[in-house]
Every structure is written in C-alpha cells, then in structure tokens.
C-alpha cells in the first residue's frame, strides 16, 4: 500500500547575505515525473546561475513562482506529490522539506565542484536531459552518454551537445553506427579516436589557432551567441521579441547604477610590453607542462596591478556618502565574457599571490564561469576590476565602473608598432591600459601616478623576472 503526500518545495538558505532568489528557469513541468536530487529548476542570484535539486522524488503537480519571479529564502515555489510507502521510515522530529531541500541543494553544489554525482541512491545523475538537449542530439543523431557534461554533477546542457557537434565528434560516432548525420559527408575526417573519445583534446589534438598579424593573442576562439527567433512572416522579416534573462535584467540594473551614481571619467596610458611577451615565449611552455595551465599575459598585468594598488592604496576604495572606506584587502574582480553575459568572479588577496599563484586562479574561475559552476563566494568582496579587452582584438575602450568600486582598468590587445627610441624608428610590441574612475574619489593626478607605476612595473618584466 502507498499514499500519495504533497511537499511543498522552498528556496533554500544560499547565503548569508542571500534573502531571495529568481526564478530563472524550469527545468521540469506539471505532470512531469521528478527523481530525488534532479534538478527541477534554475535559480539565479548576485549574477550567479544554479540548479536546484529536489529533496524528494515524484511528480511535479503545481508551480507556485513563475519563470523571472523572485521567491524569498524558504518560500514555496512548486509543489511535488510524493509517494510514500506505508513502511517508510517515521519522519525525524524537527525535520522539514525546507531542510531537505537545503541539503541536497548543498550536497549538488559541492559535487559540482569535486566533477560530479555520478549515482545516488540508484539514480544516475547526469542521465538528466532537457527537451531542447534532446532535441538537438536528435536532430544531428548524437548518443548523449558520450557528450561531457559540464553542468551540475556532470549534466548534459545544450552548450555541451552544441560543442560535441562543432568538434565533429558525433559524425565518427553516426558513422560507427550505420546512420548517416547532417555533414556524414566529412565522416571519414574523423579519426576514430577523436570520434568515440568523451575526452579533452591531448595537446598534440587540439585546433590550431592561426596566427593572427595583428599581435592578438587569443588562447580559444570565443563562442558565438545562439539565439532562436521566429520571423512574422515567411521570410522572416519583421521584429523580433526576446525575453530579458534575469543575470541580463541584473547586468541592466548595475550598470544603470553605475552610470546614474558615479560621475566617470577615463584616461589611458601606453605601454612597451616587448620584454613581457619575450618573457612569456620563453615560459609558457615549461609552464605549462609544470602546471598544466597556460600562462597567460593576464597573470603579469594582474601583478603589475596589485603592486601598484600596494603603492597607491587609494585607488582600492569605495564612495560612503560621507566617507571614503579604501579596503584593506586586494581582492581583484576579473571580468570573463561567457555566451550570455559579462560576469566578475574574484580572486582573494591577489597581492598574497606570485605570477604562478595569479595564472592558476585566472584559470580556475575562468574555466568555472564558462562552464556555469561559479559560486556565490566567487563572486563577493572584490576591490578593483580588471577587464582583459585585448583578447577579441580592442584597442581602446571606455570601461564602466564595476559598482561600488571606485576605478576599473582594461588590457587592450598587444600590437607591434613603430616607436622612436633614442631618435630612431623601432618595431615594438605596445598595449593600452584604460583606467575609468570615480571622480568623486578619484582624481587625474592620481591614476596618472596610479598608470605610471602599472606601466613601470609591466616593464620591468624582463628574463630574471621569477613566476614563483
């Protein structure tokens, strides 16, 4: 015998400074069957995108809080008719869904964070797949068991199928099988080990990036936006309606506030660089087979950075109305562009860190604000933002003010360029640095002092110049 019990799902408790959180997403719809600890919907707080499992399994029978509505912590948002054996174990006094919800939205997010679920309680977590992922992997005829998932605990999302099939992976795979795909024309390009391998290319596999004259440094090619729209008519013209996300409805807001608040103004300021990128030809190479990373230019601008912050601490600071609190700490908010948005996780006491300690934490976040697995604590406390524009070839830029701090610095793109040295005609390699500020705190004086000194300690850089 079983009897059918309705549970309310809450929100549960993310942080301590987190009392609500959005809806962003449903992963799961009424009548829809839900396995304990799947995830039925995504929740988005402080620019921060994570899935929520369910406490209990059974099946979805009422939404409460509609996509892009804000539900506060432990406020119901759906509710799941669980079936209950009449052997079941009695419920622990003081025990609550809230509470399971709680704990099993934590134990996702740390297994997240260590790769993966793989099974509990005999269900496979990462066999999770949406109607759009499944649609997709249809259509180009992939076998989802051999996609990498890099959503939470391994799960299969949209940008990893649509990655699997950039890659070619998938014509091997609907050659191996007999079926024919979309492009099986270039099947036998493939080779069988790239084909059937759910694995990272090896470095001898992985794409080559052509050179590009321009002296851009691109480590990837950066992903293109998808958006699917529908046209009024049959060719397609006409206006289009998008849905504004709530990490886009966020962006908005911040950088209304930014703007509306702090009066900006800019400066900029040019930099040889051409001992750093020898330096780096030199290292980058051995680094990499110590560490695993690459070591990039990002790393020596973040050091240059913080040792001039050390000299001028002023300029890591916030406007207080009647005061101007400068912070203690040296925590540096890195900008990463993903397919969506612009996000800033931060890298703690970066002036506690060397050039090796900077590359690997550069690569940690950034690598975790692509793949969607930042944490609320990523993303708080950071001092001074840095934003690494050179790496889709800008060359000057006017950046906003991540708000409240008080200043935001920009690397444009490396380019070799005919300077005079001594009276004579050289072909150098030269970046812009832009520093946007709060005028309020900040004045001209200052940061040209403050750029001075960032240049100086980028040129510095040269073949003694220690990673560790």
């Known amino acids: 015998m079983t009897d059918v019990k309705t549970t309310p799902i809450v929100v549960p408790h993310l942080a301590e400074t987190i009392v609500s959180a959005t809806v962003a997403k449903w992963l799961k719809r009424p009548g829809d069957r839900v396995e304990a ?14 899935e929520m499992p369910s406490p209990v399994a059974g099946v979805l029978v009422e939404i409460l809080v509609p996509e892009g509505r804000q539900a506060a912590v432990g406020e119901p948002i759906c509710v799941i008719a669980e079936e209950q054996a009449d052997s079941a174990s009695p419920n622990i006094p003081g025990r609550s869904a809230a509470l399971d919800g709680e704990e099993s939205f934590r134990t996702a997010a740390a297994a997240a964070e260590g790769g993966g679920l793989g099974r509990r309680d005999g269900v496979d977590m990462r066999a999770r797949y949406s109607p759009a992922v499944l649609k997709l992997a249809a259509k180009y005829g992939v076998d989802l068991t051999r996609v990498p998932g890099t959503g939470l605990g391994g799960r299969v999302t949209r940008k990893d199928v649509e990655r699997y099939i950039a890659e070619g992976r998938h014509l091997g795979q609907a050659s191996a099988n007999g079926r024919s795909g979309p492009a099986d024309s270039t099947a036998s390009a493939v080779s069988d080990k790239t084909a059937g391998a759910a694995q990272p290319y090896s470095i001898a596999e992985m794409p080559k990036v052509p050179v590009r004259t321009s002296g851009l440094h691109l480590v990837e090619h950066p992903p293109t936006p998808r958006i699917e729209i529908e046209g009024h008519d049959d060719t397609g013209r006409g206006e289009t309606f998008i849905d504004v996300t709530p990490m886009r409805n966020l962006i908005a807001s911040r950088m209304r506030q930014s703007v509306a608040e702090i009066p900006h103004a800019w400066t900029m300021i040019e930099v040889d660089v051409t001992n750093l990128v020898l330096l780096r030809n030199k ?35 916030v406007w207080a109305t009647d005061k101007i609190i400068v912070k203690r700490d040296i925590n540096i908010s890195l900008a990463v562009g993903t397919e969506d948005a612009v996000l800033t996780p931060v890298i703690k006491n970066a002036d506690q860190k060397n050039i090796a300690g900077l590359a690997r934490e550069i690569d940690i976040l950034t690598k975790k604000a692509r793949s969607g697995k930042l944490t609320l604590e990523d993303m708080q406390g950071g001092t001074f933002t840095v934003n690494n524009t050179g790496s889709f070839g800008s060359i000057l830029s006017y950046p906003i003010i991540n708000y409240p701090q008080a200043a935001i610095l920009t690397f444009e793109s490396i380019v070799k360029r005919p300077v005079v040295i001594n009276d004579m005609i050289a072909v150098r390699s030269m970046v812009n640095l832009c520093l946007s500020l709060d005028h309020r705190i900040l004045d001209g004086v200052i940061c040209g002092r403050f750029l001075q000194r960032v240049k100086e300690n980028l040129e510095s850089f040269g073949p003694d110049t220690q990673l560790y």
Request: aromatic share 14%; glycine share 2%; net charge negative.
């Open 283 to 317: 290292l980058k190479e051995e680094f990499y087979r110590q560490e695993g990373i690459n070591l990039t230019y990002l790393a020596f601008v973040l050091k240059a950075v913080v040792n001039a912050i050390k000299d001028y601490p002023i300029i890591n600071s």
């Open 37 to 50: 600890y799947e995830p039925i919907c995504e929740l988005f707080t402080d620019k921060v995108n994570v």
